[in-house]
T-cell receptor, first 115, second 110 residues
Framework: EPEVTQTPSHQVTQMGQEVILRCVPI?????FYWYRQILGQKVEFLVS????????KSEIFDDQFSVERPDGSNFTLKIRSTKLEDSAMYFC?????????????FGPGTRLTVL | GENVEQHPSTLSVQEGDSAVIKCTYS??????FPWYKQELGKGPQLIID?????GEKKDQRIAVTLNKTAKHFSLHITETQPEDSAVYFC?????????FGKGTRLHILP
């Protein structure tokens, strides 16, 4: 069964450093998303991406965040200068069509720890 | 924007009994309501979903109901089993994003 994969599973970084979280969405999917989950809290939408551009983003997704699809398979989330409060699980998801019209498949997540 | 409220935050039921989780949403434009199960160390997994043109949907031991007028939707799990223990999230979606509730930690007691 096809699945979304994410690397690394755990990333530890110093405050102020840049991190790149990587995702490989399901191959025939066209819509890509990033969510985050602070420990013990709900999953929060960050950004959706379609046709090589951001289609929607939340208030959380400020200038410190960026997304990119550098090639035909990877989808990345970059945090330019990490803050302590960026510590969370980051989930990538993909769907065949728009979120409201088809299932979003979630990856296993990357745990980001900012020290 | 959309706001999804979910209750209860924790639920313990005896194995074999039923569990009910309730959610409300605020944006009448939401048209898709998925439910996710999250096990420890894993990402959310879709277990069932319902669209706004349907009032009820069932899949084996799991059922969802939707009341568009009241903006309520619920998850019902019957004949609960130990493997049902997990965190369950309701969510509401328009087209571009999914807004999650805060989650319900379900414990199935032996």
């Amino acid at each position: 069964e096809p699945e979304v994969t994410q690397t690394p599973s755990h990333q530890v970084t110093q405050m102020g450093q840049e991190v790149i979280l990587r995702c490989v969405p399901i191959s025939n999917h066209l819509y890509f998303y990033w969510y985050r989950q602070i420990l013990g809290q709900k999953v929060e939408f960050l950004v959706s991406f379609y046709n090589n551009e951001i289609s929607e983003k939340s208030e959380i997704f400020d200038d410190q965040f960026s997304v990119e699809r550098p090639d035909g398979s990877n989808f990345t989330l970059k945090i330019r200068s990490t803050k302590l409060e960026d510590s969370a699980m980051y989930f990538c998801a993909s769907s065949e069509v728009l979120a409201g019209k088809s299932e979003q498949f979630f990856g296993p997540g990357t745990r980001l720890t900012v020290l | 924007g959309e706001n999804v409220e979910q209750h209860p935050s924790t639920l313990s039921v005896q194995e074999g009994d039923s569990a009910v989780i309730k959610c409300t949403y605020s944006d009448s434009a939401s048209n898709y309501f998925p439910w996710y199960k999250q096990e420890l160390g894993k990402g959310p997994q879709l277990i069932i979903d319902i669209r706004s043109n349907v009032g009820e949907k069932k899949d084996q031991r799991i059922a969802v109901t939707l009341n568009k007028t009241a903006k309520h939707f619920s998850l019902h799990i019957t004949e609960t089993q130990p493997e049902d223990s997990a965190v369950y999230f309701c969510a509401a979606s328009t087209d571009d994003k999914i807004i999650f509730g805060k989650g319900t930690r379900l414990h199935i007691l032996p």
